[in-house]
Nanobody
Framework: QPQVVESGGGLVQPGGSLRLSCTAS????????IGWFRQAPGKERERVSC????????YYTDSAKGRFTISRDDAKNTVYLQMNSLRPEDTAVYYC?????????????????WGQGIQVAVSS
């Protein structure tokens, strides 16, 4: 079972960029679908982007399309979320999670292994 760990969060000005990283301690992320989710204060957790563990297919929520890019480097056991053109409404705790599902990886319910979350704040 992978122990998922996020890194790369922080404070950035509107229009800036951050790259989040998701790694696994004590295991490999290879063959797992990986998803990035976020939860803003007072709001429900929402999907941001996911990447399949089988063929590299990707999913983006509408607000992330054109601004965020998810990628994986299995040799480094890492999945990245490159976030550009950040907006104040992107402020949230971002979570990385892993799923063994082959067909349901686009859906939050398929994710079993979650990281602790990392804060991203977009503010001037």
């Amino acid at each position: 079972q992978p122990q998922v760990v996020e890194s790369g969060g922080g404070l950035v000005q509107p229009g800036g960029s951050l790259r989040l990283s998701c790694t696994a301690s004590g295991g490999t992320l290879e063959d797992y679908a990986i998803g990035w989710f976020r939860q803003a204060p007072g709001k429900e957790r929402e999907r941001v982007s996911c990447i399949s563990g089988s063929d590299g297919s990707t999913y983006y929520t509408d607000s992330a399309k054109g601004r965020f890019t998810i990628s994986r480097d299995d040799a480094k056991n890492t999945v990245y979320l490159q976030m550009n053109s950040l907006r104040p409404e992107d402020t949230a705790v971002y979570y990385c999670a892993a799923s063994q599902s082959t067909y349901g990886w686009r859906f939050e319910s398929s994710y079993d292994y979650w990281g602790q979350g990392i804060q991203v704040a977009v503010s001037s």
